[in-house]
């Protein structure tokens, strides 16, 4: 039990920069999930605070003591390596087993043997104990990897990508299992991953990382409805949330946003832009309502293509140049049909088209829904 | 097995292997196999056929001859003269071919573990000069040891071919065991580290068990050129610390060289490396690392 922060780390490897002045704080029971890209630091972050590298500049800090210089093995921080790093001429039980008889983990043997039984059994895993790592499934591997953290004394635990080479389906299944283990909940994590949906899942907060530095921090709902920037709404959502390019058009203090071919006209309502700065309005795909919708906006165009995602459908609509996705139930879709979807102004991000930046809108209505990632999850990958 | 052959390609590739083995170039090339193995085994029969050999018959028999091991009992110091110190040359090369590969190995494995997980100042450089003591020919040091081993009163025993071997034994494990480890992931130390370990615990806990391969056929390969080393005991040892390669030479000289002698003598200096390379048959085949990879 303990907090965890990093302070300012950069990380070098020769001219590479792996991290470029990251700052955390996670909470003391905190499950905190690092998003992003591969390369962005996320595991040279885990190693920085595992003291298995050592950061070029910038300290951590676990329960309020610098542990920067501290080896690894001194820092009770407890990781689940994205490749499992089970040891492969030790049995499973012996592989959990081993933190148990390490000096500083010590367990009596008939304590520890209780202890795995029981962390075995929570895992399903309990039958697999006299097996050899390589005599083992992906998804076997990976609870026994689970185990071996789970077992031992920690005040942090660090899981890399602990479901990211499992299939589909036993990652949906693990990660509704990780959530419900008590020991993840009440023990601090720093919880690595690329998958938008296990980061909204499982995170208390997320912190969203790109080429080494931090982009965004904050609960599902900030990042959801609130992304700073672009990058942050793309990596968020599937299919990707819908950028339309065009500027920004002023006229009585109200403003608008509007495509180059003036097929969409979007108001904004007030806007701190000049007219003609070069914007994109976002708007998310399972957002798009079709039909027109009183207090919505409508976009107008013709369907381009339809593709089946189980019980719903995927629409791109050709706007112009331009197209669009919609997610809808509905059904009966014709590719070149004239189609109008409408959007919800509530919903409407915009942001710089040359920076990235999102402009805050003045929101009518303002209220705010949680973020319709549950339905992502059940659809999406159907 | 049933399952097995029923394989339709399996089945395929037999019977693809069958017709081979009768076409014109299968059995060239089984031809060839044969002619390979004359070559390269007549000579092991021949020494084989001298070692069986009374001094008369040597010169005047190819193969047809009494078997007698008058040899083998001459070069055992069994027989009546009983004067030949064979024995103690076998012990001798016993006692530096185990002794060099002892100390290769307590030194060789931690610094082909240091090389392959650490960079420090100097550790490219410091490799490649271990490696070239295996180019440079040994004769082109030898007279400097001499002399040196001369004066430090090294000449002749046991630890100064020990110390020797070292030239030969240690850059073999090094740059064999420096590949092992690097094919280890690091990830796996790194694992033994956050259980609680310190690092020479998780050296010694986690990777040298992964290594046990690579150590065994290391020590088996450094042994064998130790065992075979000519030169450094032939020039570095007198009388009592010489082993069998320079022994077996021995019975060569005089006015009537003893070939059968030597011939026996060469062959049961056959036997060690032998026996060690069948026991260690098991380790030599790699394979202990799976399961430490992705799934």
């Excluded at chain 1, 003036?262 to 309502?289: I, Q």
């Excluded at chain 2, 090294?154 to 030239?167: A, P």
């Excluded at chain 2, 009537?256 to 056959?270: D, S």
Aim: net charge neutral; charged share 20%.
């Amino acid at each position: 039990m303990a907090t965890l922060e990093v302070r300012g780390v950069r990380k070098e490897f020769g001219k590479l920069v792996a991290l470029d002045g990251l700052d955390l704080d996670v909470g003391d029971g905190e499950f905190f999930v690092l998003l992003g890209p591969s390369g962005a630091g996320k595991t040279t972050t885990l190693k920085c605070v595992a003291g298995l590298e050592t950061p070029t500049a910038g300290r951590v800090f676990i329960g309020g003591r610098d542990v920067t210089d501290v080896e690894p093995n001194a820092r009770r921080v407890a990781m689940a390596f994205e490749n499992y790093a089970l040891y492969p001429q030790e049995t499973v039980f012996d592989n959990i087993a081993f933190p148990l008889r390490s000096k500083r983990y010590y367990l009596p043997p008939a304590e520890a043997k209780s202890l795995i039984e029981r962390v075995t059994a929570t895992l399903g895993i309990g039958h697999l104990l006299e097996r050899m790592p390589g005599e083992l499934s992906g998804g076997q591997r990976q609870r026994v990897a689970l185990a071996r953290v789970l077992v031992r004394p920690a005040d942090v635990l660090l899981l890399d990508e602990p479901l990211s080479h499992l299939d589909a389906k036993l990652r949906a299944a693990m990660r509704a299992e990780l959530k419900s283990l008590g020991e993840l909940q009440q023990t601090t994590s720093l919880y690595v991953t690329h998958d938008y949906l296990e980061a909204l899942a499982l995170g208390d907060r997320i912190a969203v990382l790109r080429a080494g530095k931090l982009v965004q921090v904050g609960t599902r709902e900030d990042l959801w409805h609130r992304p700073v920037d672009v990058f942050v709404a793309r990596a968020f959502g599937q299919p990707q949330i819908n950028l339309l390019g065009g500027q920004i058009e002023q006229r009585d203090g109200e403003a608008a946003f509007v495509t180059p071919d003036g097929l969409v006209r979007v108001p904004l309502g007030p806007v701190d832009l000049p007219s003609g700065a070069a914007v994109e309005l976002g708007v998310r795909p399972r957002d798009l309502v079709f039909g027109e919708e009183p207090g919505m906006h409508p976009l107008r165009g013709r369907i381009y293509v339809v593709e089946p995602l189980g019980r719903q459908r995927e629409a791109t609509i050709q706007i112009g140049s331009q197209q669009i996705a919609v997610v809808t139930p509905f059904e009966d879709l014709q590719p070149d049909a004239l189609a109008t979807v409408s959007a919800p102004p509530e919903r409407l991000l915009l942001f710089d088209r040359d920076a990235g930046q999102r402009i805050p809108l003045a929101m009518p209505g303002g209220v705010e829904e949680t973020p319709q990632w549950r339905e992502v999850e059940v659809s999406g990958r159907g | 097995m049933a399952a097995i052959e029923a394989n339709p390609v399996l089945a395929e590739q037999e019977e693809r292997a069958a017709t081979r083995r009768w076409s014109v170039g299968g059995i060239a090339l089984d031809l060839l196999t044969i002619v390979y193995f004359i070559f390269a085994l007549f000579p092991l029969v021949w020494m084989l056929l001298l070692s069986l050999k009374t001094p008369d018959q040597l010169f005047t028999t190819y193969f047809r001859f009494t078997p007698t091991l008058d040899s083998y009992r001459a070069v055992l110091g069994l027989d009546a003269s009983g004067s030949v110190p064979f024995v103690r040359f076998f012990i001798n090369s016993l006692i530096v071919s185990f002794g060099a590969v002892l100390i290769s190995l307590l030194v060789g494995v931690p610094a082909a573990y240091a090389f392959a997980r650490y960079q420090f100042k100097g550790g490219e450089s410091l490799l490649f000069t271990l490696l070239s003591f295996r180019f440079a020919p040994e004769l082109m040091v030898i007279i400097p040891i001499y002399v040196i081993y001369q004066r430090i009163g090294l000449f002749d025993t046991h630890l100064g071919l020990i110390w020797v071997y070292q030239l030969i034994t240690l850059p073999l494990i090094v740059w064999i065991l420096r590949s092992y480890f690097q094919d280890l992931t690091p990830e796996l130390e790194q694992s033994a580290l956050l259980d609680g370990y310190s690092r020479p615990q998780a050296f010694v806990k986690v990777a040298l068990p992964l290594v046990k391969p690579g150590m065994a056929a290391a020590a088996l390969l450094a042994f064998i050129f130790a065992w075979n080393s000519f030169i450094f005991p032939f020039i570095l040892t007198g009388s009592n610390a010489q082993t069998v390669t320079v022994g077996a030479l021995s019975f060569m000289g005089g006015a009537t060289p003893r070939y059968n002698l030597t011939a026996a003598a060469a062959l049961i200096a056959l036997i060690p490396p032998l026996l060690l390379a069948l026991s260690i048959q098991r380790y030599l085949v790699r394979g202990l690392t799976f399961g430490a990879v992705k799934g």
